[in-house]
């Protein structure tokens, strides 16, 4: 059956193997499929939620963009462009936001880890974000959302203001509710410093991830570093979770061989952890370094860029501006 795909992320830098396994391998994957409309967004306006110097966030929105195109997404094929450049995902932002409940969005964790102790000082934005989330999948009939496991609860959302728009304006299925695609097993990559925190583009220690603008030399050097434990390599999976980093690994290694976490604990099982990290740093090699070659390539040519972020604006804006016209006629304007 052919899906309409929907995914964004944010122009933040420092896109990371989190970001790689969690979403964007799943982004080409759904790409290749000829049946499926994808569409792909770089969402500047969610980046400016939490402050941005004007010079990198322009930067980062192409290094977003040549990191789609240098994972694997084609252009040709599915639509990439900035949310900034489309007009309806702001307008359509204002309209949903007056359906959505302060009582959902209070209930949101990420809101509650991103702004930290002092909530009082984080920005409005930051509190509507997953509002302006659910306009930017809702203005193109998605019917799946490729995310990673920490955007879940952003989806339900989505799926709780669709239903509430179509029932406070009696329009039955008018908003179509999104599926959320979210991996199997691995949806969350977590810290090479700490397997208990996420993976983040904002972890002060570059040696918490690997970026996927790394070189071969940085990434060897990361997974050397990378925290273990004093024990030898696990034999069963019972007990793991009590060996965050060891479980961390051993499911970043077995996303990248595509194989599952029972099997690659067979293959190391009471083997030193140096021995296993060798072969990990291998296979990561393998699969970042033609990435992070082909970023810095794309990014040597700004005009290549700009151009497919233009192109893939115009069709989004003509799918996004007739929904929004409609969305306008049933509220009354
Ligand atoms: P962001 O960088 O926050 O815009 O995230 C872009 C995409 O990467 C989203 O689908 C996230 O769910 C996913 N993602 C971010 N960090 C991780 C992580 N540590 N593990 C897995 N997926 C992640
Ligand atoms: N909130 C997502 C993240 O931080 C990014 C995002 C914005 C998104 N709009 C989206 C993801 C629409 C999927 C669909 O990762």
């Given at each position: 059956?052919?899906?309409k795909?929907?995914s964004?992320?944010q122009?933040?830098?420092?896109?990371?193997l989190?970001?790689?396994?969690?979403?964007?391998?799943?982004f080409?994957e759904?790409?290749?499929?000829?049946?499926n409309?994808?569409?792909?967004?770089?969402?500047d306006?969610?980046?400016?939620t939490v402050k941005?110097?004007p010079?990198?966030?322009k930067?980062?929105?192409?290094?977003t963009?040549a990191?789609?195109?240098?994972?694997g997404?084609?252009?040709?094929?599915?639509?990439?462009?900035n949310q900034?450049?489309?007009?309806a995902?702001?307008?359509?932002?204002?309209?949903?936001?007056?359906?959505?409940?302060?009582?959902?969005?209070?209930?949101?964790?990420?809101?509650?880890e991103?702004?930290?102790?002092?909530?009082?000082?984080?920005s409005?934005?930051?509190?509507?974000?997953?509002?302006?989330?659910?306009?930017?999948?809702?203005?193109?009939?998605a019917?799946h959302v490729p995310v990673?496991?920490?955007?879940?609860?952003?989806?339900e959302?989505?799926?709780?203001?669709?239903?509430?728009?179509?029932?406070?304006?009696?329009s039955?299925?008018f908003?179509?509710?999104?599926?959320?695609l979210?991996?199997?097993?691995?949806?969350?990559i977590?810290?090479?410093?700490?397997?208990l925190?996420?993976?983040s583009?904002s972890?002060?220690?570059?040696?918490?991830?690997?970026?996927?603008?790394d070189n071969?030399?940085?990434?060897?050097?990361?997974?050397?570093?990378?925290?273990?434990?004093?024990?030898?390599?696990?034999?069963?999976?019972?007990n793991?979770?009590?060996?965050?980093?060891?479980?961390?690994?051993?499911?970043?290694?077995?996303?990248l061989?595509?194989?599952?976490l029972?099997?690659?604990?067979?293959?190391?099982?009471?083997?030193?952890?140096?021995e296993?990290?060798?072969?990990?740093?291998?296979?990561?090699?393998?699969?970042?370094?033609p990435?992070?070659k082909?970023?810095?390539?794309?990014?040597n040519?700004?005009?290549?860029?700009?151009?497919?972020?233009?192109?893939g604006s115009?069709?989004?804006?003509?799918?996004?501006?007739?929904?929004?016209k409609?969305?306008?006629q049933?509220i009354?304007f």
């Amino acid at each position: 059956m052919s899906k309409k795909i929907f995914s964004g992320v944010q122009p933040t830098g420092n896109l990371h193997l989190g970001n790689y396994l969690g979403a964007i391998k799943n982004f080409v994957e759904l790409n290749n499929k000829k049946e499926n409309e994808c569409i792909f967004c770089v969402v500047d306006l969610h980046a400016i939620t939490v402050k941005q110097d004007p010079k990198e966030l322009k930067k980062n929105i192409r290094e977003t963009t040549a990191t789609f195109i240098a994972s694997g997404i084609d252009p040709k094929k599915s639509i990439i462009f900035n949310q900034s450049m489309v007009p309806a995902h702001s307008e359509c932002a204002w309209i949903l936001s007056c359906v959505s409940r302060i009582g959902w969005l209070n209930r949101m964790t990420q809101f509650k880890e991103k702004a930290g102790k002092d909530k009082e000082k984080a920005s409005i934005g930051l509190y509507s974000y997953p509002v302006l989330m659910a306009a930017d999948i809702l203005l193109y009939d998605a019917t799946h959302v490729p995310v990673g496991d920490d955007q879940k609860q952003h989806l339900e959302l989505c799926r709780d203001i669709a239903q509430k728009f179509n029932n406070d304006f009696d329009s039955p299925n008018f908003l179509k509710t999104p599926e959320p695609l979210i991996q199997k097993e691995f949806s969350r990559i977590m810290s090479l410093k700490d397997g208990l925190k996420k993976m983040s583009k904002s972890d002060p220690s570059d040696l918490s991830r690997i970026n996927l603008t790394d070189n071969k030399e940085q990434i060897i050097n990361k997974i050397k570093k990378a925290k273990t434990d004093p024990m030898p390599m696990p034999s069963d999976q019972k007990n793991l979770s009590e060996r965050p980093e060891a479980e961390n690994l051993l499911g970043i290694y077995s996303s990248l061989v595509n194989q599952n976490l029972e099997k690659s604990i067979n293959d190391f099982s009471g083997k030193n952890f140096s021995e296993f990290k060798d072969k990990l740093s291998d296979i990561l090699v393998n699969e970042i370094e033609p990435v992070s070659k082909e970023i810095e390539r794309l990014l040597n040519d700004q005009k290549y860029l700009d151009d497919i972020l233009l192109e893939g604006s115009i069709k989004a804006d003509k799918i996004a501006s007739k929904k929004i016209k409609n969305i306008k006629q049933l509220i009354g304007f």
